[in-house]
């Protein structure tokens, strides 16, 4: 009754009710226009309290007042993330972050650090300018020496020169007029290429990661090595490439980008490694009272156009959570995503090779076999693959999340998906018949 009460008064602050017309007020007669209404936060607000679920744990964790300090870690915290991707994005007048919110609520008395632990996909940090250095420049100029073609094949003179302090590219299929006046004169949004050349100087020492995507094609150099390859064309997530760098040195880099037609799009990003960042967010957990985990998904996970390849956790947030929970006993996770989420998986990794002259790609499967069932199973039972992509020489860390799941089988007495407890056989290959790797896995 209290809820129907509650919402029975907002309903009245509307002035919702069959007395009114839904014709008023005359802001409603536009439905494609912005409504920035207090009340309707109000009642947004009611409504995503009510869908907050508690899954586990006890009340001591809501007694702030004894609180000295508070870790707050995870991808999603230093992010208001209130949607997916594509056209069910909505772009809210306003949004707060979970860390800029408990830092409001918790008030100066209370410590608030922060440590991501991990990265998320579509969240790479931009190069930052300022440790962009074009060549042969003076004291205080930053960026990198861009050259503009007027040609998708960086063939011929630049048409065009400048300092570019952002890397970036977005430009709609039909630009319009002051997206094109970001181009230098004489280069036209479609069949164009640019080259950047310069120096990155890193102010930290440790393992980074690069990433790249491009429509249409994009190649970044560090010093002579290629890290990363989309000229031939980009995945959807584009490609990420991971180096160790020191402190203040300053490494050759050029970044190479060519658009033929349709949209023209460019990102480049760089971020410390995950090992960096978990290793960040560990300190913090500890000397911390408590510890809040935000982690769940990013619109690069749920939108338009494709599907959700596993229900785990997306990046590396299942070992952060594990690590922080060992780390600081009072942690309080909490997930935000539009859709159901696999906490109990575990991982096979593997490093693979292509050894061959020609860029190629390997369908990698991974099988379980073996293990006590009291009903006949097959000898080998495919439960994930991965299609990888390899230049000549290149050699990468392939990682395929399972769960429970992988080891189950339908019981048709119970009706249901059975898990019985035992050792199985998991075993990575091109094919069932031809297993690469073994190695097993004990289900309690």
């Keep these: 009754m209290k809820k129907l009460a509650s919402i029975a008064g907002i309903l009245a602050l509307t002035g919702a009710g069959p007395a009114r017309s839904w014709r008023e007020p005359a802001l409603y007669q536009q439905p494609s226009a912005p409504v920035d209404q207090r009340v309707d936060d109000l009642v947004a607000r009611m409504t995503l309290e009510e869908k907050i679920t508690l899954l586990g744990g006890d009340r001591t964790g809501s007694a702030t007042s004894r609180l000295k300090s508070i870790a707050v870690i995870g991808p999603n915290a230093a992010i208001a993330r209130t949607g997916g991707g594509g056209s069910s994005r909505v772009t809210p007048f306003y949004s707060v972050s979970p860390l800029e919110g408990m830092r409001t609520r ?12 991990c990265g998320m996909a579509g969240d790479p940090t931009t190069l930052d300018p300022a440790l ?59 069949n164009f290429s640019v080259r950047w ?4 100087t890193p102010n930290r020492t440790g393992e980074y990661e690069f990433s790249a995507n491009a429509d249409d094609g994009v190649r970044l150099y560090l010093g002579d090595r290629l890290l990363i390859d989309g000229w031939a064309g980009m995945p959807r997530a584009g490609r990420q490439a991971t180096i ?8 050759p880099i050029r970044i190479e980008y060519f658009q033929k037609t349709g949209a023209a799009m460019l990102r480049i990003g760089w971020r410390p490694a995950d090992t960096e960042l978990l290793r960040e967010a560990v300190q913090a957990a500890r000397g911390a009272d408590v510890a809040v985990v935000s982690a769940g998904l990013s619109a690069a996970y749920e939108s338009e156009g494709f599907d959700r390849e596993t229900l785990t956790l997306a990046a590396n947030q299942e070992e952060l959570i594990r690590a922080i929970a060992a780390a600081n006993p009072r942690t309080i996770v909490v997930l935000n995503s539009g859709a159901p989420i696999v906490m109990e998986s575990w991982s096979v990794s593997f490093d693979l090779e292509n050894t061959g ?9 991974v099988y379980i ?11 080998k039972e495919l439960k994930a693959f991965r299609k990888v992509m390899l230049r000549p020489g290149e050699r990468t860390r392939v990682t395929i999340a399972l769960d429970r799941m992988a ?5 048709a007495t119970r009706h249901d998906w059975v898990v019985e407890p035992g050792t199985f056989d998991v075993l990575v290959g091109s094919s069932s018949r031809d297993v690469r790797l073994r190695g097993s896995v004990t289900v309690k």
């Design 369 to 379: 076999g073996g293990g006590q069932a009291s009903v006949p199973r097959p000898v």
């Design 244 to 251: 160790a760098l020191e402190a203040n040195r300053a490494y």
């Design 132 to 190: 962009l250095t074009p060549p042969g420049a003076g004291r205080g100029v930053h960026g990198l020496f861009g050259e503009y073609y007027d040609n998708p094949d960086l063939q011929g003179m630049p048409v065009a020169e400048r300092i570019d302090q952002r890397i970036e590219m977005s430009l709609n299929r039909r630009p319009a007029t002051e997206e094109i006046a970001l181009l230098p004169k004489g280069i036209k949004p479609q």
């Design 357 to 365: 002259p020609r860029e190629g790609a390997e369908v990698v499967q």
């Design 106 to 117: 918790l008030g100066p008395s209370v410590q608030v650090v922060h440590a991501a632990g």
């Design 197 to 200: 050349a310069g120096a990155l």
């Design 407 to 411: 080891m189950s089988y339908y019981d």
